[in-house]
């Protein structure tokens, strides 16, 4: 009966595997791969309490809306800080993944969380997704979620490394026989990076520029290791001084400045979980080398810093910025042999 059962949910259901992102949330289809990725941004009508927009439409009007209209991210630091926001941004994400395809049921979802999650934050993230209409939710840290996705082999005796830098988080892991052997969270990722980038600009060109702007310069011209080439990119913003609009020119070496406090702290962390790690596991390590996920990965010579400094090998993996979601989409295709590796929380627990 239960193999009835298997075979025939599929048919009357479109199971999604989601990676819910501080800065973007990923939709992966079953049998169809990742069919959305979109900023997770949802604007709201305080007149009507209505939501007039989710993802890149929202993330446009991020800095320009009229007073009534308000543009809000309903997750901070990798949790749930907007409940009804959250909602409606699921519910609007997952009823675009299914598109014409719906089917008779709510589809099963598996849910990417940063590590050391609370489980009143784990509670907040499934209620969410089962009021947006999922039937069934599973909760997969996301460095888990992330090492299946770049097909680790972390169901074997063998230790693997990921970090996974995120927009709100970075997730330090090690893993081994389908489980996390050391982890730490940090408050340390790209939306971090954007702030300090905004912080030095104010603070050495006494100009205000807005999160938008700060996270195109990072992209265009960040990095953490001079490689003899001199990045530049013009800035505009408003005058702290005149309050009139002003322009700068701004250089990789000025990017590097602003956010070296905050990668210092990273490549600080990550030494202090490999310092943890069990001599086996850190042999399997330096044989095989940590891997970088997340968009955070993609910032210029981390892999570099990293390696130089911890003597370990450090890769990028391949389409970083999809890792967690390509896991959810592994959980999906075999929800029984990856089912020890998802988190349950208290109350589901018999």
């Known amino acids: 009966m239960n193999n009835l059962f298997a075979n025939i949910f599929p048919l009357l259901s479109n199971d999604v595997g989601i990676d819910l992102g501080t800065a973007n949330t990923l939709v992966y289809l079953r049998g169809k791969g990742i069919v959305v990725n979109e900023p997770s941004v949802v604007a709201v009508n305080q007149k009507t309490s209505q939501v007039v927009a989710v ?41 675009r993944a299914q598109g014409v395809s719906r089917k008779m049921l709510g589809p099963r979802a598996v849910i990417g969380v940063p590590s050391g999650i609370t489980n009143v934050e784990m509670r907040a993230v499934k209620d969410a997704a089962q009021n947006a209409g999922a039937r069934e939710v599973y909760i997969v840290e996301e460095p888990v979620a992330a090492a299946l996705g770049i097909r680790l082999p972390i169901h074997e005796a063998i230790g693997s490394m990921v970090v996974d830098i995120g927009g709100g988080t970075t997730d330090i892991a090690v893993l081994s026989l389908g489980g996390i052997v050391r982890s730490k969270n940090l408050r ?144 999906l295709e075999n929800l029984e042999l990856h089912r020890d590796i998802l988190l349950e929380h208290e109350e589901d627990i018999s």
Request: hydrophobic fraction near 45%.
């Open 55 to 95: 993802g890149t439409a929202a993330k446009e009007m991020l800095g320009r809306t009229p007073g009534h209209l308000v543009a809000v991210r309903p997750l901070v630091d990798g949790v749930v800080s907007d409940f009804e926001a959250t909602e409606e941004m699921l519910a609007y994400l997952i009823k």
């Open 188 to 331: 340390i990722a790209g939306d971090k990076l954007n702030a300090d980038i905004i912080g030095y600009i104010r603070s050495e060109f006494k100009i205000l520029i807005g999160e938008k702007t700060s996270e195109q310069v990072k992209i265009a011209i960040g990095s953490v290791i001079e490689d003899g080439g001199r990045l530049e990119a013009v800035v505009r913003g408003r005058d702290l001084i005149t309050g009139l609009p002003r322009e700068i020119l701004l250089t990789d070496s000025d990017i590097r400045e602003a956010i070296s406090q905050s990668i210092d702290t990273l490549v600080e962390s990550v030494r202090e979980v490999l310092e943890t790690t069990p001599p086996e596991i850190l042999s399997d390590i330096m044989h095989s080398g940590i891997v970088l996920t997340g968009g955070g990965a993609l910032l210029k010579g981390l892999d570099v810093l990293l390696s130089q400094w911890l003597k370990v090998p450090v890769i990028v993996a391949d389409d970083p910025l999809t890792a967690v979601a390509r896991g959810t989409g592994v959980i």
